[in-house]
């Protein structure tokens, strides 16, 4: 009975240490840009970005996660802060296999080396919130175990209270939108990335939608070695991504015909999408067909947002504006006027423009993967200076970064598809009705809990 003071005085302590190293370099910043603004400065965002990478680069964990997240989603943060974010590296140093016993005794029990046939000492990957190891089952199978690393929650609980810093520091600089939303989503998208029982969840979802479809591969969740911090599933032999660059047309587009499926077909049937399409979230098989690997970031989404998106487009296919204005309304955006509509629908045309192009095309003539949406964000953001503030609502934090983040692993490939096709195919006949009453039953039947919203 007398541990848990401790143990309770001890995550205080250790959260009491992360405000510390984060709020240093970040506080510091945020006082400085707000005094410059006091005294009518005009703020040097090159200057503040380098400093904020600098504030964030001997960090590890969550905030660098975040720190990534929010460079890649178009227009969040000034076009400075996310040149200098995405250089940032994610990859924490891996626990040593002193400290991985103890992790796996706390998590297995005493003798849980028993319950493998043999299990690598060595981390296959290391990432922001855990790290991989191959093991061997007693059944002879080749798995992955994902262990987390120790005092996440603390971590987590740290570093987004000061993510509100960095928020705080995009506003003063520049207040074309409001990022209250946007922190709310990634706040809880992150809490729920350290439940490894919901990430098995959510794996075993897409097990389920992808059952038929032999081209999309989704590891097998181990349940009698997994806790809520230890995610245990079969191995998936597989090469990233980039290693198939130099392949011909012909395989390159098979490759990105599966990871269209893998994305669109389970948010136009279930609303659901993969929140995170990072390079190192797949990996390619000899057959070209893909690895689903990591299911920590899952977006979840109501039938009626499905059902906007769907609208838009039919509106974009007709230029029927207030069809258009429908569907914001129904995603959340008050106090349409035209010219706001005018301005959403830049972005709007940006996003489907391949797939209102009924021809083979790339996804994006002469974009490097790193350019991709930064120009028409950039022409969005100059609009909303004049109209704005404007708060996006929370659910297109992640379904722009999965639109991006596919339209860039499509310009990797060099990929040339009628995308036009490929989306009319996947939401034929969408009823959201039907959407609705398919992904109550799913999400039943893989025992996923209920998202935050």
């Known amino acids: 009975m007398n541990d848990k003071p401790d143990e309770e005085a001890n995550r ?35 200057r503040t970005a380098r400093e904020l990478k600098v504030a964030l680069g001997g960090l590890k964990g969550p905030i660098m996660k975040v720190a990534q997240m929010l460079a890649t989603i178009p227009d969040v943060v000034p076009a400075e802060f996310a040149a200098e974010l995405s250089e940032l590296q994610s990859a924490a140093p891996p626990m040593g296999w002193p400290f991985v016993k103890r992790r796996m005794r706390a998590e297995l029990g005493a003798g849980w080396e028993s319950r493998f046939k043999s299990f690598e000492h060595e981390a296959a990957a ?51 939108i409001d990022t209250r939303e946007i922190y709310a989503e990634i ?16 794996m075993r979802l897409y097990a389920s939608i992808f059952a038929k479809e032999k081209r999309i591969a989704v590891p097998e969740v181990v349940d009698d070695l997994s806790t809520a911090r230890l995610l245990t599933m079969t191995w998936l032999d597989g090469a990233p991504l980039l290693s198939f660059r130099d392949r011909t047309l012909v395989e390159r587009n098979r490759i990105a015909e599966a990871m269209f499926t893998a994305w669109w077909f389970p948010f136009s049937h279930y609303g659901v999408i993969h929140g995170d399409p990072h390079l190192g979230n797949y990996t390619v098989r000899d057959d070209l067909g893909i690895n689903l690997l990591d299911y920590g970031c899952i977006r979840i989404f109501p039938a009626a947002f499905v059902e906007g998106v769907v609208e838009l487009y039919r509106a974009l296919e007709s230029d029927d504006r207030d069809r258009a204005a429908a569907a914001y309304a129904r995603w ?12 959403l629908n830049v972005w709007a045309r940006f996003i489907y423009a391949p797939m209102l192009d009924d021809r083979v ?3 994006a003539d002469g974009i490097s993967a790193a350019e991709y949406g930064r120009k028409e964000a950039f022409r969005v953001h100059q609009a909303l ?31 040339e598809l009628n995308f036009y096709e490929l989306f009319n195919d996947t939401i034929d006949k969408f009823e959201v009705g039907l959407l609705d009453k398919r992904q109550k039953a799913a999400l039943k039947k893989a025992g996923v809990p209920k998202p935050a919203r």
Do not use: C, W
């Open 385 to 415: 200076r004049k109209l704005g503030p404007v708060t996006p609502p929370r659910e297109f934090v992640f379904m722009d970064r999965a639109a991006i983040g596919l339209g860039g692993v499509f310009l990797h490939l060099g990929a």
């Open 332 to 343: 959340g955006f008050r106090n349409l006027s035209n010219e706001l509509i005018d301005v």
């Open 187 to 202: 706040r809880e998208r992150l809490r729920e990335e350290l439940d490894y029982e919901r990430e098995a969840a959510h």
């Open 361 to 363: 095309r790339s996804i």
């Open 126 to 176: 290391a990432a922001s919130l855990g790290q991989v190891h191959r093991a061997t089952g007693l059944d002879g199978r080749t798995l992955a175990a994902k262990l987390q690393y120790p005092d996440m929650q603390s971590a987590v609980d740290a570093d987004l209270n000061q993510l509100g810093l960095v928020f705080s520091i995009h506003r003063r600089l520049d207040a074309a």
């Open 12 to 46: 205080l302590g250790r959260r009491m240490k992360r405000y510390a190293q984060v709020g240093a370099g970040v506080g510091g910043l945020a006082a400085r840009v707000a005094g410059n603004r006091i005294l009518g400065r005009n703020p040097d965002n090159d």
